[in-house]
């Protein structure tokens, strides 16, 4: 996937934006709707949450550093790794969810949440804006980030964005099915 740098940013920061309201919007909830859940074993609107925050935790700080530290200039065009688009790409919500299990160290089920978590949510969703802003100057292809399940892989910032921003959008789709059911 070849994208312009400028576009690729701009489609992040809009669902950015969407999952920012989508958040602000569960502060006018109760707590009881927001940990309801379908099934023992299925996630509250809550603990969808609190599993990105989880990815949060690990994300914003690497991208962070990734981006301080960079000595290149911004590209007008971006060019997904194999990697990075496949993983990217599978974090996209289909209309039938397909499941995946999450590592045990990101799983919240069963935690007990409150309101805390959702305030954490947005305001891991304005640092994202934040780095969204910042790489702008960077090259979305040179600068690299680890990711969460091991040091050994490295996928390009465009990549890693995508990844964490469509992540996001999965378990929002998610969250909001809990809610309307």
Not at 133 to 161: E, H, M, P, R, Y
Request: charge should be positive; include cysteine; hydrophobic fraction near 40%.
């Amino acid at each position: 996937m070849t994208i312009s740098t400028e576009n690729l940013i701009k489609e992040l920061i809009e669902l950015t934006h969407e999952h920012l309201t989508f958040a602000e919007a569960l502060l006018l909830k109760i707590d009881a709707e927001l940990n309801k859940r379908f099934t023992n074993e299925s996630w509250s609107v809550l603990e969808c949450l609190e599993h990105l925050n989880l990815y949060g935790n690990f994300y914003l700080p690497e991208i962070k550093n990734r981006i301080e530290t960079s000595t290149t200039k911004a590209t007008t065009e971006f060019k997904s790794g194999w990697l990075g688009n496949y993983f990217a790409q599978s974090m996209l919500p289909k209309e039938k969810l397909n499941k995946m299990k999450a590592f045990k160290s990101m799983n919240p089920i069963h935690s007990s949440l409150s309101k805390t978590t959702v305030t954490v949510f947005i305001d891991q969703q304005n640092q994202l804006l934040d780095l969204l802003n910042a790489a702008k100057d960077v090259d979305l292809n040179k600068v690299k980030t680890n990711i969460s399940i091991t040091t050994l892989i490295k996928l390009k910032l465009g990549d890693t964005f995508r990844f964490l921003i469509y992540h996001n959008k999965r378990h929002i789709v998610q969250a909001e099915k809990v809610l309307t059911n």
